[in-house]
């Protein structure tokens, strides 16, 4: 059975239609462009790319943060399945979780590119080396994320493989760990946002409302992005995704997007009436500040889009049109993106602690290195995605197709 | 668990065994090469400065000689001496005095032994215009301001280096605890166990702590031979460096090398346990404040005026 299994899974991962192999073909080659790149940057350091001391983090912990958003978002899913009960989700909590898996190994790999020197990697391991838990919020971002992935990768792979051996899998065994994956969920996102709320010697991230937008954007994001990749699955498989999954998901985008957008309310309204010297980056962000506005153009961007996307979404006669439903959705991805990254980690860091203002923009080499891992991560979602559904619909294994699990 | 790191030294293979049985396989081959290659492959492996019993630091400290003796063709002598007791260091600066010539700078990066290129600098001296009501939180710093001559009418100078916190935000965050404070109040960085997270960089208010983003580069001929292992040193690719008040000086009673390039003697350095101490002096007898006080950093490094009456003179 398990040699079955294993053939099974290869034949599934290596055959497919040609849409499949052209676009794992592409995602190779880009993730070969990334790797070539990679060994760049080991050669001259970090230098290789735009960051400097004045803004020491850059574009891969922009992606990071990102990331770690559509990881969490994964719970959007596993709420109403599990814990309400809501029948249609079934089909796609599964690819959800798969997701967050995908999610969480490019966020590994988003830091450890950004490590100065990453092959000492080894200090952080607890007993080997010196894990500084719990005063740095970094070890429990470490410990969380690293749990968050093993909880995702067991869960799918115990159902998968009940589900091949044709069993039903929803069990009183893994109940618990379904319920932790919510507070797990929340834990990555909340203590990713704390790396940066933690640090009173930058006004622009030190506010409390840092942990709650991150989460409110991160459940508007990566359900969107899953919106996308939900109805390319039923277009291009078997998978049988109901209508009313898709607009449950859409509804929930909605109410977090509608959060997102009071919580960056509130944010303005702070900076702008008590007007302390603290505005500073704010204003970097969003005026530009002494002759230095590259930012502004794209923070706009991002508001406007987002709330478009929130004026289609909040009418549910339009939300329910897929084709409108999709140009909020591609908006609120592009939103949040620029959001973490030109709204959140570069103004940060302008003016510096020491008044100084660097206008970091990645270079070529950091958008091509990210893309690679964009699409190594992209890689391990399409070939999970891809066996998960072959034991789904009973391609491969003992699956009763017709049955929800 | 965090704050006792020395417990689980005696479980680990002790840096110096190891060593012993690279050297022997290093002087099998008599190329430099191949001993650069086994130090290189030690390093990789060494344990955390607060590790290493006295011998493993011994074989270290002579290994370290020897590579840097190879490389900048003179005598180095590397030490790690540890602070003395009843001494916690403190620096006060005259604004009043400094007019921003930046000696400071370069003396520091020469005693540093500081990449030439990529530059670093641990030193940044802030110009403000007079009048401007802006400067005590540094936003309207200008770093790079290049006059035909110094002081300019209208402005005035801040030298900023790392404060030596009390309270060091860098230390908190550092995931790996590459970076503590010493008995004697100095902030230090184990530059061998860095893994350059620059999480530290991201925490530090003063913007003290500066990451060597390429290969450093030192010329030869102005390498400073005299070395302290948490500080002056040559740094690596990849790791974050701070000013250390110039360990390897003011542990064995020296002035720092700041205070002794200063033209106007506007640095005062000192222990601050010592009652008779310049610093005493000047903490007793002027009225001194700190950068960003409502940070609640603790700095162990003050400013004030001895002459005038501030920045409106
Ligand atoms: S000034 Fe910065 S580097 Fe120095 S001790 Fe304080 S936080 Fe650390
Ligand atoms: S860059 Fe080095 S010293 Fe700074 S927090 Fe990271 S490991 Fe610690």
Known sequence: MAIDAINGIIRTVVTGSKEYKAWVGFLTLLALVGIAFVFRQIDQGLIATNMRDDVSWGWYIANFTFLVGVAAAAVVLVIPYYIYDFKPIGEIVLIGEIMAVAAVSMCLMFIVLDMGSAERFWHLIPMIGIFNFPQSILTWDVVVLNMYLVLNLSLVIYALSKTYAGKSYKTKLIMPFIFFSVPAAISIHTVTAFLYLGAPSRPFWNTAVLAPRFIASAFCSGPAFMLIIFQIIRKTTKLKIEDAALHKMAEIVTWCMAVNLFLLGSEVFKEMYSATAHIEPFNYLWNGLRGHNQLVPWIWTAVIVNSIAFLILIVPSIRKNFFMLNIACTFIFIGVYIEKGMGLIFPGFAPSTLGDIYDYMPNSMELWISLGVWAIGLLIFTVGAKICIAIKTGEIGHADPSAHH | ?313
Request: aromatic content about 12%; hydrophobic content about 35%; overall charge positive.
């Open chain 2, 1 to 313: 668990m965090s704050d006792d790191i020395k417990g689980k030294e005696k479980s680990l293979i002790t840096r110096r065994k190891f060593l012993a049985g690279l050297t022997a396989g290093a002087a099998a081959s008599a190329l430099p090469a191949g001993e650069a290659g086994a130090y290189a492959f030690e390093e990789l492996f060494r344990q955390h400065y607060k590790r290493l019993d006295a011998d493993d630091l011994k074989d270290i400290l002579a290994k370290l000689e020897e590579e840097l003796s190879f490389k900048y063709g003179k005598e180095v002598h590397a030490k790690a001496t540890p602070p003395m007791d009843n001494t916690v260091f403190g620096y006060a600066l005259d604004l009043s005095r400094c007019i921003g010539c930046r000696r400071c700078v370069y003396a520091c990066v020469k005693e540093n032994n500081l990449s030439r290129d990529p530059q670093i600098q641990w030193i940044k001296v802030l110009e403000f215009q007079k009048g401007n009501n802006k400067w005590q939180g540094l936003e309207h710093s200008n770093r790079y301001y290049e006059p035909e001559q110094v002081p300019e009418k209208g402005r005035f100078y801040v030298p900023v280096q790392c404060q030596q916190c009390k309270k060091p935000a860098c230390v908190k965050v550092c995931p790996v605890q590459a970076t503590w404070q010493e008995p004697d109040g100095i902030v230090v960085v184990d530059y061998n166990w860095c893994i350059g997270c620059r999480f530290c960089m991201a925490a530090c208010p003063y913007g003290a702590r500066s990451f060597t983003w390429g290969k450093p580069s030192i010329p030869k001929e102005e390498f400073n031979p005299e070395i302290h292992y948490l500080g002056n040193r040559p740094q690596y690719k990849g790791v974050v460096g701070k000013c250390t008040f110039c360990i390897q000086r003011s542990r064995a009673g020296r002035y720092t090398a700041c205070v002794e390039a200063c033209p106007v003697g506007a640095r005062k350095f000192g222990n601050l346990m010592d009652p008779n101490s310049e610093i005493r002096y000047v903490l007793e007898n002027m009225k001194v404040f700190r950068l960003k006080e409502e940070l609640d950093t603790n700095p162990k490094f003050f400013y004030f005026f001895s002459m005038g009456t501030g920045v409106k003179s």
